[in-house]
């Protein structure tokens, strides 16, 4: 597969006019260094404090680093408990209303946005391709309201080896497409044939933000380095507009492993 690099809208953060044509036009918007990266990476040191608690890091190398240990991937049951650990975090929460986030919502939204407190890091293990997001449009989980958006930030440096998120622009343009359970992986997506699009990505480093509409495809890209990939998924709608109860709930809250 093929990436272009995203289209980044710095340049114009402060015109929420442009703003809101280029994501009317291609379904996303990137900037680099939008919010403070020392918040950003003390949201990973504090997962990955998490995480080394459970044994799941290598201990001999600078935490901060997140390389792998030498174990097995979490199971589904430990993947809850990390999860209901982190939503607990104050750093995790606190980085989904950041100002610089909140005010480009505004202007994108045209009104006070709603932050849905189902805030998720996604944990990317090594080669855990079963835990691969495929690509899909945010609607299907979401519902409510279209005119919802997601910002996605990594937490830490995001080459290719390690993946990151893509983006297809004007993706969102084709409407809500359907959706399939797949074999090879615990997430639903389009079929391949809606998928054969063109894809942006980037090389990612903390403070950068990628926000999307919730009908914009876009999927998890492979982790063949030999950390864990860090990110966060916050979602935010206009005050006042139809939303999916269960998003009132923290990630995972109601889940339970099977």
Known sequence: MNFQPPIAS???LHD????RARMQEIGYLFFRGLVNPTHVLNVRREVLQILSRYG??????????GRMGDGSTPTRHELLT??????????FNSLAHA?????????????????????????KYPNDDYDLVLPHQDYFYIRGSLETYS???????IDISIGGLAVAPKSHLRGFLPHEKSATSRFTGVNPKEADCVWHRSDY???DVLIFHSLTLHQGLPNRSDRVRLSVDYRYQREGTELEPSHLKPHFEDMTAP
């Open 151 to 157: 910002a996605w930030l990594p937490l830490g440096d």
């Open 56 to 65: 799941i890091l290598d201990s001999s190398v600078e935490l901060i680093k």
């Open 16 to 19: 929420s006019e442009a703003l």
């Open 82 to 91: 990390l999860h209901r650990e982190i939503n607990k975090l104050e750093s």
């Open 205 to 207: 480093a903390p403070g």
């Open 10 to 12: 710095n340049a114009t």
């Open 99 to 123: 100002p610089e986030i909140l005010s480009l919502m505004y202007g994108i939204l045209e009104g006070e946005a709603l932050v849905h407190t189902r805030k998720i890091c996604r944990l």
